[in-house]
Nanobody, 115 residues
């Protein structure tokens, strides 16, 4: 089992930036996908950005393209999320996700963007 813990969330003004990190309880040796999801109040959890090893691609939600960048800590196989030009509609709880032969989720970190 792997426990994931997100950090880096907080309150930021519109147009600001935040960088989210995901820490694992042990090194993840391999993965099929890793990335970030978010859930706003009253809405379903949605994909923000995901790295896939099988296709070698990075997928972004249309709403964050050009503003967010997902990357990987190659030593630990955990994802980062650099969020720039934040908007109030980016306000949500952000979750780290890693898929191996199991699906692992963090507990989430709150991101609040004020207008």
């Amino acid at each position: 089992q792997v426990q994931l813990v997100e950090s880096g969330g907080g309150l930021v003004q519109s147009g600001g930036s935040l960088r989210l990190s995901c820490t694992a309880s042990r090194r993840i040796d391999w993965f099929t996908t890793m990335g970030w999801y978010r859930q706003a109040p009253g809405k379903q959890r949605e994909l923000v950005a995901r790295i896939s090893t099988d296709s070698g691609t990075i997928l972004y939600a249309d709403s964050v393209k050009g503003r967010f960048i997902v990357s990987r800590d190659s030593a630990k196989n955990t994802p980062y999320l650099q969020m720039n030009s934040l908007k109030p509609e980016d306000t949500a709880v952000y979750y780290c996700n890693v898929r191996t032969d199991h699906i692992y989720w963090g507990q989430g970190t709150q991101v609040t963007v004020s207008s």
